[in-house]
């Protein structure tokens, strides 16, 4: 069965630090999303993405984070300047229909940022 | 924007007995209702959704309802087994149609 899959598992980073997030969606899949969770919270949305663009982000997503497409197949998110809030578990989704409609999640990555 | 609440926060109940989760939802544009059941250690895995257009929906022992005038959706699952063991989510997409909605999540517990 295909699978939204991510790597690392788990990133610890100093405050301060760029990180990189990364993602493989599945293949046929058009669109794809960041979630993040932090401990003991909702899942909360963070962008999504389509034909090579954001086609929308939270107010969490400001200028510190972006994301990409580098190569086809990978999807990346990176954090420049990590800060102690940004710990969560991330999560990435792909989709073949647009806005979030039966999306796959990956089985995230726990960024701890000290 | 959206906002869902999900109750109860944790539930336990004996195995075969039947369990139920509830949402509510704010946005009445909302048209599209996944539930994700999350495993330890594993990302949120799509197990039954429902559209605006229909009132329930079921798959094996799992069912959703959904009642738009109310705006809530309830997941149910009957003669439940230790594996269903999870915390599981709602969520809902909005007028906008750009991204997911989650409620907070109920920890499930089935004894055996």
């Known amino acids: 069965e295909p699978e939204v899959t991510q790597t690392p598992s788990h990133q610890v980073t100093q405050m301060g630090q760029e990180v990189i997030l990364r993602c493989v969606p599945i293949s046929n899949h058009l669109y794809f999303y960041w979630y993040r969770q932090i401990l003991g919270q909702k899942v909360e949305f963070l962008v999504s993405f389509y034909n090579n663009e954001i086609s929308e982000k939270s107010e969490i997503f400001d200028d510190q984070f972006s994301v990409e497409r580098p190569d086809g197949s990978n999807f990346t998110l990176k954090i420049r300047s990590t800060k102690l809030e940004d710990s969560a578990m991330y999560f990435c989704?792909?989709?073949?229909?647009?806005?979030?409609?039966?999306?796959?999640f990956g089985q995230g990555t726990r960024l701890t940022v000290v | 924007g959206e906002n869902v609440e999900q109750h109860p926060s944790t539930l336990s109940v004996q195995e075969g007995d039947s369990a139920v989760i509830k949402c509510t939802y704010s946005d009445s544009a909302s048209n599209y209702f996944p539930w994700y059941k999350q495993e330890l250690g594993k990302g949120p895995q799509l197990i039954i959704d429902i559209r605006s257009n229909v009132g329930e929906k079921k798959d094996q022992r799992i069912a959703v309802t959904l009642n738009k005038t109310a705006k809530h959706f309830s997941l149910h699952i009957t003669e439940t087994q230790p594996e269903d063991s999870a915390v599981y989510f709602c969520?809902?997409?909005?007028?906008?149609?750009?991204?997911?909605?989650f409620g907070g999540g109920t920890r499930v517990l089935v004894k055996p």
């Open positions: 989704a792909s989709g073949v229909n647009r806005g979030g409609t039966e999306a796959f």
């Open positions: 969520a809902a997409i909005g007028a906008a149609g750009n991204k997911l909605t």
